[in-house]
């Protein structure tokens, strides 16, 4: 898989409502209802990430989820961050 560069990322990003580009992630905070709801969310992710053998680095406090994609081993964003950020999006969009 090969690495991004800036413009790239960029542009994907435009289609990713929410997301931001920081220090070498994309990155977005998700806010739900309750614990409940944020865990469940992240349960359905979880499915996802394993399906693409990708995972996110995330963060959950109470009813926030912070997701932050990057492909380790290439040391920045690749394609496979950018298509599990459209798949979290759709889980999100259908909770």
Request: hydrophobic letters at 35%; glycine letters at 4%.
């Amino acid at each position: 898989m090969e690495k991004l560069d800036n413009n790239q990322i960029e542009a994907h990003l435009k289609s990713l409502a929410g997301w931001s580009h920081e220090n070498g992630s994309i990155i977005k905070k998700f806010v739900f209802k309750d614990f409940k709801e944020a865990f469940s969310t992240m349960t359905r992710i979880a499915f996802e990430c394993e399906r693409l053998n990708h995972h996110p680095d995330w963060e959950n406090v109470y009813n926030s989820l912070t997701i932050k994609l990057n492909t380790h081993d290439v040391g920045g964003i690749t394609l496979n961050d950018i298509e599990l950020a459209k798949s979290i999006e759709e889980i999100v969009s259908n909770s």
